[in-house]
């Protein structure tokens, strides 16, 4: 009974590799073959912005919509605003970028 059960984990185990290597080749596919999601979009823009040491990204919103990109919340400086929009556009599947981004009021010391 116990080589039954080591022969039917060791057949378990096999199949499972084989589906795990046959659903790695499908998503390597995939990504080359398949248009980029909008999730994945605003992944990729997400990091690009947290990449660039000119924006401050905690205070950037990104949505995707059908490959159009939508920042919003604030930032310091236009150059700041300007260089987000950049930043997002120079991910690849980005169709378009709307900047809705706001200048953040100076505080009094």
Same mark, same amino acid.
């Given at each position: 009974?116990? $080589?039954?059960?080591?022969?039917?984990?060791?057949?378990?185990?096999?199949?499972?590799?084989?589906?795990?290597?046959?659903?790695?080749?499908?998503?390597?596919?995939?990504?080359?073959?398949?248009?980029?999601?909008?999730?994945?979009?605003?992944?990729?823009?997400?990091?690009?912005?947290?990449?660039?040491?000119?924006?401050?990204?905690?205070?950037?919103?990104?949505?995707? $919509?059908?490959?159009?990109?939508?920042?919003?919340?604030?930032?310091?400086?236009?150059?700041?605003?300007?260089?987000?929009?950049?930043?997002?556009?120079?991910?690849?599947?980005?169709?378009?970028?709307?900047?809705?981004?706001?200048?953040? $009021?100076?505080?009094?010391?």
């Amino acid at each position: 009974m116990t $080589k039954v059960r080591i022969l039917a984990t060791t057949v378990a185990a096999a199949a499972g590799l084989t589906l795990a290597s046959a659903w790695a080749d499908d998503m390597s596919q995939a990504k080359s073959d398949q248009p980029v999601t909008d999730s994945y979009l605003t992944t990729e823009v997400k990091a690009e912005l947290a990449l660039d040491k000119a924006t401050n990204s905690e205070d950037i919103h990104v949505t995707t $919509k059908d490959g159009v990109v939508q920042l919003n919340g604030t930032v310091g400086t236009v150059t700041e605003k300007l260089q987000a929009a950049a930043d997002a556009r120079r991910v690849k599947g980005v169709v378009d970028v709307h900047n809705d981004l706001g200048l953040s $009021k100076m505080k009094s010391p």
